[in-house]
Nanobody, 124 residues
Framework: QVQLVESGGGLVQTGGSLRLSCAAS????????MGWFRQAPGKEREFVAR????????SYADSVKGRFTISRDNAKNTVYLQMNSLKPEDTAVYYC?????????????????WGQGTQVTVSS
């Protein structure tokens, strides 16, 4: 089992920044993939970014590329999502997730454990 706890959400104006954190505990391994997803009201959950624990390699959704940065702190077992130049369309509940499949990509079903989510609201 893996437990994930997100924090750092809130209300911010357009153009502002937030940093989300996701603390992982339990049976985590260096081969895991950590991902951030988001879900806006009435929409499906969508991929935002992912990072491989072992290599640190990252990938991003086109909608956030150049504005968001995913990173990890292995010593703290924590993944971060730095969000800059926020837009109203970034408003959503943000979830972190762990995939045990080393080749996990952007698909929700590939991720095995999920946090409770944290609300991000960007006002115009």
């Amino acid at each position: 089992q893996v437990q994930l706890v997100e924090s750092g959400g809130g209300l911010v104006q357009t153009g502002g920044s937030l940093r989300l954190s996701c603390a992982a505990s339990g049976r985590t391994f260096s081969t895991d993939v950590m991902g951030w997803f988001r879900q806006a009201p009435g929409k499906e959950r969508e991929f935002v970014a992912r990072i491989r624990w072992s290599s640190g390699s990252t990938s991003y959704a086109d909608s956030v590329k150049g504005r968001f940065t995913i990173s990890r702190d292995n010593a703290k077992n924590t993944v971060y999502l730095q969000m800059n130049s926020l837009k109203p369309e970034d408003t959503a509940v943000y979830y972190c997730a762990v995939a045990k499949l080393p080749r996990a990509t952007t698909i929700v079903a590939e991720y095995d454990y999920w946090g409770q989510g944290t609300q991000v609201t960007v006002s115009s």
